[in-house]
Nanobody, 119 residues
Framework: EVQLVESGGGLVQAGGSLRLSCAAS????????IGWFRQAPGNEREGVSC????????YYADSLQGRFTISRDNAKNTVYLQMNSLKAEDTAVYYC????????????WGKGTLITVSS
């Protein structure tokens, strides 16, 4: 059974930091790019960041302005998203997904974790 399980979400004050984890199982992890996406209330889902299987290609949404860092540990089948200088507009459900970072076609999805940034 394929699973992507996000953790690390919660409530944080504006300016604070959080680190999300995405633990994967049930598929060949190091054959897949892993991406983070988010969906705020009333908004469409948007891409946040993506990291290729060998970490050679990393993508970030322009709107992040360098505040987030993605990394992966293939030995642990886990991807991380370090989020710093959080803003109220970062409030959303964050999802991780496995697939192709280049064309954005993601095959497997997690159920998401909520981040609420209080101002």
């Amino acid at each position: 059974e394929v699973q992507l399980v996000e953790s690390g979400g919660g409530l944080v004050q504006a300016g604070g930091s959080l680190r999300l984890s995405c633990a994967a199982s049930g598929f060949t992890f190091d054959d897949h790019g892993i991406g983070w996406f988010r969906q705020a209330p009333g908004n469409e889902r948007e891409g946040v960041s993506c990291i290729s299987p060998n970490e050679r290609d990393i993508y970030y949404a322009d709107s992040l302005q360098g505040r987030f860092t993605i990394s992966r540990d293939n030995a642990k089948n886990t991807v991380y998203l370090q989020m710093n200088s959080l803003k109220a507009e970062d409030t959303a459900v964050y999802y991780c997904a496995a697939g192709d970072c280049m064309d954005g076609n993601m095959t497997y999805w997690g159920k998401g974790t909520l981040i609420t940034v209080s101002s």
